[in-house]
C-alpha cells in the first residue's frame, strides 16, 4: 500500500510559477512510476506528465511542454512538478498517482493504468 501526499497547491499570477511535491509513504519507491493529473470541476481527470521508476525519463501532455518540469528523488521518496509560465487555463486540481512497474508500458497516460493517487492540491492562476 502507497500513501500518496501532495503539497505546493496555491494562488499565482499568469506567467507566474508553482511547485507541486508529492511523497510516498510505504512500498518500495523505486518499482513505480509516478505521474502528476489534473481535473477541473466536471470535466475527467487529464493527464499531465508522468516519470519512470529511474527517473531517467519524462513524458508530458503537450500543452504543458517547455513549461513543465517533472522530476523524482529516489532518495527522498518525492515527486516534484515545477509549473513555469502559469496560464489561466492550468486552474485544477492536481494529483499525484503511482503505477507499478509490474504490467506497466511506457509512456503511462491512463488513469486507469495508475495504482494509488494522492487527495489533490488546488492551483489557482488569475490573469
Known amino acids: 500500500q502507497v500513501q500518496l501526499v501532495e503539497s505546493g497547491g496555491g494562488l499565482a499570477q499568469a506567467g507566474g510559477s508553482l511547485r507541486l511535491s508529492c511523497a510516498a509513504i510505504g512500498g518500495t519507491f523505486t518499482n513505480y512510476i509516478m505521474g502528476w493529473f489534473r481535473r477541473a470541476p466536471g470535466k475527467e481527470r487529464e493527464f499531465v506528465a508522468s516519470i519512470s521508476a529511474s527517473g531517467r525519463s519524462q513524458d508530458y501532455v503537450d500543452s504543458v511542454k517547455g513549461r513543465f518540469t517533472i522530476s523524482r528523488d529516489n532518495a527522498k521518496r518525492t515527486v516534484d512538478l515545477q509549473m513555469n509560465s502559469l496560464k489561466p487555463e492550468d486552474t485544477d486540481v492536481y494529483y499525484c498517482?503511482?503505477?507499478?512497474?509490474?504490467?506497466?508500458?511506457?509512456?503511462?497516460?491512463?488513469?486507469?493504468?495508475?495504482?494509488?493517487w494522492g487527495q489533490g492540491t488546488q492551483v489557482t492562476v488569475s490573469s
Open positions: 498517482a503511482a503505477e507499478h512497474v509490474d504490467g506497466s508500458s511506457w509512456p503511462s497516460h491512463l488513469q486507469d493504468d495508475y495504482d494509488y
